[in-house]
């Protein structure tokens, strides 16, 4: 997979499958704005009857497939646009930014995420690499890409949204159905990204485990060294490998986390921003500041006002 230009994610383009079901499906079990969990596991509906301000998130390993309105996602220096029709797969934990452009109340943004298990990736991989279906695993990847979804992985996700209507089947037939969606990706277009993060010594894998030590440990300092071994690579090595796969480097990787979850505290804590700089790994409040004004274009006082006064409306 390449990149169109150095700032854009690339897309693979294929023939748009037919929304129809999918849609009409999470339209009926998203029937207000928001993101909602579901009773099948690892499933959440999404709708937005309005365009949004850029939203911060966390993503851990998930299929996000957009069935109408259209979205903007930035990936450390990476942008991508995409639409009804279009899917991410991310591959492992990323902070994405991610903002919908093309909603409104009679045509909402709606959009299917689905978190991905990677027990089942490996098993699969062994599955499809002993029958011989499964291309071998690529040497580094970019950690999300984007493509047209397939007729059959939309038909597959219109079945699993489709069970939400017949509760007492979702035990039995929801992870076979969640299976198959595994699969049908695997096999894709991106199927490059899940063979990766399903092979415990492929790059992109060794790149995950690092990513998993500063999702954890984000408050306190930490030498690359330390995050190379962790990974199992040489330093050099690793910072190449983790910045094409993340578009950032390890710092600015860091700072996003701690960045997300001082905006959390402030809003759900009542901290302020000193005290949730602090709380996050930060010995100064000014250089908290400057790294909020620098990632959120706002300094943290009036971004919280803003915040809150959303939660308000």
């Known amino acids: 997979m390449t990149n169109r230009t150095n700032t854009n994610l690339a897309k693979l383009d294929l023939a748009k499958p037919d929304l129809t079901d999918l849609k009409r499906l999470i339209a009926r079990h998203a029937s207000a704005d928001g993101i909602h969990d579901t009773a099948i596991p690892a499933l959440s509906l999404i709708r937005s009857s309005a ?39 991310v591959g492992i934990d990323l902070p994405i930014i991610g903002a919908v452009i093309e909603a409104s109340p009679d045509e909402p943004y ?12 490996a098993d699969l991989l062994l599955e499809t690499s002993a029958a011989g279906r499964a291309p071998p695993v690529p040497d580094g990847l970019e950690a999300a890409g984007i493509q047209a979804a397939t007729p059959d992985l939309v038909d597959a996700s219109a079945r699993l949204v489709g069970l939400l209507d017949t509760p007492q089947h ?60 962790i990974a199992g690579m040489s330093p050099s090595s690793f910072h190449a490998h983790f910045r094409m796969a ?37 010995d100064s409040p000014s250089q908290f500041s400057r790294d909020h004004v620098r990632i959120y274009n706002r300094p943290p006082r009036r971004d919280l006002s803003r915040m809150q006064s959303e939660q308000a409306y």
């Open 51 to 89: 365009i949004s301000d850029p939203v911060h998130t966390l993503y851990e390993p998930s299929l996000c497939i957009v069935a109408a309105g259209r979205k903007r996602a930035r990936i450390g220096s990476r942008e991508i646009v995409y639409e009804a029709g279009d899917c991410l797969v």
């Open 110 to 121: 709606l959009c299917l995420k689905l978190g991905l298990d990677r027990g089942m990736l």
């Open 170 to 229: 979702i035990a039995v037939l929801g992870p076979l159905v969640v299976r198959e969606i595994h699969y049908r990706l695997m096999t894709g277009p991106q199927g490059a990204i899940l063979r990766q993060i399903a092979s415990g010594e492929s790059r992109l894998a060794q790149v995950g485990r690092a990513v998993a030590y500063l999702c954890e440990n984000y408050a306190a300092p930490f030498r690359i060294e330390d995050l190379a071994r």
């Open 246 to 282: 993340t578009a950032m480097s390890p710092l600015q990787f860091r700072t996003r986390l701690r960045m997300h979850e001082a905006r959390r505290l402030m809003v759900a804590e009542g901290l302020t921003a000193a005290e949730a700089g602090f709380r996050v790994g930060y």
